[in-house]
């Protein structure tokens, strides 16, 4: 686990273990952090055993546990969630909403993350990176989506990361 805990799964029932195994093929297949999340641990999972919401006892079982592990360990990886190594970070983040993770920036704009990505690396869209986060400067994007809109070209690049990105997520 994130936390560095080992859980005993050797209790889980066939479904069960079916079900961390679909989890983990969506983090492995970089569905988006918030739908794992929704599988995992939201309303009507099998880890809150059919119930919509969530109490004490549910959350200290090892399948709901292990469910929000994949979940956590998908955020991280989407740079969604701070890995705890960079927790002491977590001051610098901005918290007046003047930022969006990049995947809210994709959405903004239009592209793909990895689309959003290369426009950071290239200097194009104005980003912060703490750790294993970035996010980006939210008027930053809506200049980006207007100047893209202006131009009214898309990169053979984006097309091409748009298909491949919407092929790669095809479960």
């Not at 297949?29 to 055993?49: C, H, K, N, Q, V």
């Not at 969630?81 to 995947?103: C, N, W």
């Not at 400067?137 to 053979?156: D, I, M, P, T």
């Amino acid at each position: 686990m994130l936390n560095g805990k080992t859980l005993d799964l050797s209790q889980l029932s066939p479904a069960e273990g079916a079900f961390l195994r679909d989890l983990r093929r969506m983090a492995e297949r970089d569905i988006s952090y918030f739908e794992i999340a929704r599988t995992a641990i939201g309303p009507g999972s099998p880890a809150l055993r059919g119930r919509q919401t969530i109490d004490r006892r549910t959350a200290a079982t090892p399948l709901y546990r292990a469910a929000e592990d994949i979940a956590i360990h998908a955020g991280v990886q989407q740079g969604l969630i701070l890995a705890p190594e960079f927790e002491h970070l977590r001051a610098e983040l901005p918290t007046d909403g003047s930022h969006i993770s990049v995947a809210q920036a994709a959405d903004v704009i239009g592209i793909t993350r990895a689309a959003v990505y290369k426009a950071i690396n290239a200097g194009t869209l104005h980003a912060l990176k703490l750790g294993n986060v970035t996010v980006v400067n939210r008027q930053a994007a809506v200049v980006y989506r207007e100047r893209r809109e202006k131009s009214g070209l898309v990169s053979a690049s984006d097309e091409t990361e748009d298909r491949e990105h919407a092929t790669s997520r095809v479960p």
